[in-house]
């Protein structure tokens, strides 16, 4: 497996991880859902991130599930591995696991512990000694869940004293201008460039990051190939198709983002998709109630129409 650099583009879809309905993990599920997300031309796959419900499973379920997503994707594209953890050891632990295994990067963001702006650059520090000069890891930048504040000073100084952080997971929002200004920086040489993926809420503000220097996306949405078209339109020139494509989606991707119920709304997508058996989240987790599914139905409707009139 080709480890992570910063060269990376495109798609880096965010797993979810499935599970029966009684809460056990499905491995025959994460086996379909890895096919899936291949069929839709993904560049690469991130497991174990927050909405993978990494903090739901046990040791021995995080290296079962990633051993498994591992062989299925079989060196097809690159994986990420969600390696956030208390302490350095577990995070150690996990890494060197996964990275034997063939993950072709770690993902760690900061502890809710870390408030200032010297603690932040001393964590992440540590982060890069601890994860060793052969391991390339990603920098995740989402204060909504972690309640860290980076700013872009602070993220310019890890990058400077860390080498084997090789992307940004930016999901700070509002976040475009902190893009502009750290791609701005490495294009001054500031600063080495490393590739840039966005996390906002499925994509919601895909196509303004791509303009604003962003090379792909590492989030999660139940309908990954609207990901994958945005950026191959982007790419290509064809900015209007990007926004076209993406307005298509918008209103179902605002829906899946909602707080509290969102992973809920996805994993009953991709299970009414087929993609995985049952759409439990595992507890404490919510349930949908029956207007949301008459929402969910409604929107998706709605959504095949659009796509129709789009072409």
Not at 104 to 131: C, H, K, W
Not at 168 to 193: F, M, T, Y
């Amino acid at each position: 497996m080709k480890q992570l650099d910063a060269t990376a583009t495109g798609v880096y879809l965010i797993a979810v991880t499935p599970f029966a309905s009684d809460g056990a993990l499905d491995l025959h599920s994460a086996d379909r859902m890895v096919d899936f997300y291949l069929g839709c031309g993904v560049t690469g796959l991130t497991v174990l991130g927050i909405m993978g419900e990494a903090t739901k499973l046990t040791a021995d379920e995080s290296r079962a599930f990633v051993a498994r997503v591992l062989a299925r994707v079989d060196g097809r594209v690159p994986v990420v591995v969600g390696a956030s953890a208390a302490g350095f050891a577990p995070m150690a632990e996990l890494t060197r696991s996964v990275m034997d295994l063939g993950a072709a990067g770690v993902m760690v963001a900061p502890p809710s512990t870390v408030r200032t702006d010297e603690q932040i650059v001393a964590y992440f520090d540590m982060v890069n000694e601890t994860l060793g000069a052969q391991v390339p890891w990603v920098l995740q930048d989402h204060p909504v869940a972690t309640g860290v504040q980076m700013s872009t000073a602070v993220i310019l100084r890890i990058l400077k004293n860390a080498p084997g952080c090789v992307m940004l997971k930016a999901e700070d929002c509002p976040g475009l201008a902190k893009i502009g200004a750290i791609r701005a920086a490495s294009q001054a040489g500031d600063v080495r460039r490393v590739a840039i993926l966005t996390g906002n809420g499925g994509g919601l503000f895909l196509p303004e990051e791509l303009s604003r220097g962003a090379d792909g996306a590492m989030t999660g949405f139940a309908y990954p190939e609207m990901m994958v078209d945005v950026c191959r339109a982007h790419a290509a020139g064809d900015v209007e198709r990007a926004h076209d494509l993406f307005d298509a989606y918008l209103p179902l991707a605002r829906y899946e983002q909602q707080a509290g119920i969102g992973l809920a709304v996805r994993k009953h997508l991709l299970a009414e998709r087929g993609v995985i058996a049952s759409a439990t989240v595992r507890r404490p987790g919510p349930r949908l109630s029956a207007a949301d599914v008459a929402d969910i139905a409604r929107l998706t409707t709605r959504q095949a129409r659009r796509l129709a009139q789009l072409g």
